[in-house]
């Protein structure tokens, strides 16, 4: 049982209203602010009154008074005077306290205003951090799989560090298209894969190289890729290199290839823009296994396909001129078209098919992505 003796004139706190205005101006619940005030008060009173029973402190919402309170508990004997007193001082209080009921005496002292806003200053405003880094945390969580737009800010240990207006996200060197620079105070789109918490705040982690990094920027140029009247199915990247996208319609009599390419390929070109000059070829794509992946093998002519569904394994012919061509240099276009399809994918010329002769040496298929660098936030 809680009883209280009767409060004398509580004192009030001269650093509430800047406080109130501090946290309207970042958006934080004032209630926050409140409870760390009472805090930094409970903290104050004990380091400097030397209290180590339970303190509690009531503030004042509306406006700013406060009071400290000393709990004891009445008992027949006292032991320990900071945390109990005896039932006679207790009845002197109040007639009808008993044992084991709960007293809370006002204890505040008269110069506590002066120690109270200098003790509860770091507290609060740590308080305000920890509010700011919890609202940025979750804000961004909600953003993970999206594109945000930012300023370079600077460049630091190979990573880029980017203004997002509330905070600041980190584009590790992993994550970077190749042979990209950044110059301070560019604008710069990103893809968000990660948040972290850590001990300086949340680390928001951008990715220039990823796959859906491509999808959501031709969905913010593709109007049909918005309503959903066309779809990119699969996505295959060698960043700031070489792209593959495939596409399909919701409607047959909308061509999502030239959606996606749109008038006189302006919108492939504002996506080829953002990413570097990366070439993009865009295909159709089909459930039709062998038609895909002649689609994915674009711009290379097919003379056909033999798929093997239970391995997935297909065997292409191409004409003779076209061979180089299928395969791209290095590999890349055969490699590419493989990833996208999700097929394994081996290459012959007609005149290897007519001859009887085996299909090229190498065979194409997905590669494992690497793992990214992980961002070191003492780096930072």
Not at 84 to 98: M, P, T, V
């Amino acid at each position: 049982m809680v009883r209280r003796k009767s409060k004398p004139k509580a004192v009030e706190t001269s650093v509430l209203p800047a406080l109130k205005e501090l946290g309207a101006q970042k958006g934080i619940d004032p209630n926050i602010l409140f409870d760390a005030i009472e805090d930094a008060l409970i903290l104050a009173y004990k380091r400097n009154f030397g209290s180590t029973g339970n303190v509690r402190v009531q503030l004042n919402r509306d406006d700013g008074t406060y009071h400290v309170y000393a709990q004891k508990t009445v008992t027949e004997e006292v032991t320990n005077e900071v945390t109990e007193i005896s039932l006679g001082q207790a009845r002197a209080i109040q007639k009808d306290y008993n044992v084991g009921d709960i007293i809370e005496i006002e204890v505040t002292p008269a110069n506590f205003g002066r120690i109270a806003a200098q003790s509860a200053k770091n507290v609060v405003f740590q308080r305000i951090r920890d509010a700011e880094h919890g609202m940025i945390y979750e804000e961004f969580n909600g953003k993970i799989e999206t594109v945000v737009s930012g300023l370079v800010q600077h460049v630091e240990n190979r990573n880029v560090f980017i203004d997002l207006g509330r905070t600041e996200a980190v584009l590790t060197s992993a994550e970077q298209i190749p042979g990209e620079t950044y110059k301070q105070g560019a604008k710069i789109k990103a893809y968000v894969i990660e948040v972290k918490k850590t001990t300086k705040g949340p680390v928001i982690c951008l990715s220039r190289t990823h796959p859906e990094f491509l999808r959501k920027l031709f969905e913010l140029e593709v109007p049909e890729l918005q309503d959903g009247t066309v779809e990119i199915k699969s996505v295959a990247r060698e960043p700031g290199s070489r792209s593959k996208i495939a596409v399909a319609a919701q409607n047959e009599d909308v061509d999502p290839v030239g959606a996606c390419v749109g008038p006189k390929g302006l919108r492939v070109q504002a996506v080829t823009d953002e990413i570097g000059k990366e070439k993009i070829d865009i295909v159709k794509w089909s459930d039709n296994p062998a038609e895909y992946i002649a689609n994915a093998l674009s711009p290379s002519e097919v003379v056909s396909v033999d798929v093997n569904e239970e391995e997935k394994f297909s065997g292409v012919t191409v004409p003779d001129s076209q061979l180089s061509l299928a395969i791209g240099k290095e590999g890349q276009n055969a490699r590419l078209a493989a990833k996208l399809t999700g097929w394994k994918i081996d290459i012959k010329s007609e005149s290897q098919a007519a001859g009887g002769g085996e299909y090229e040496d190498e065979d194409y298929e997905a590669d494992e992505t690497p793992e990214d660098d992980e961002y070191d936030e003492s780096e930072d």
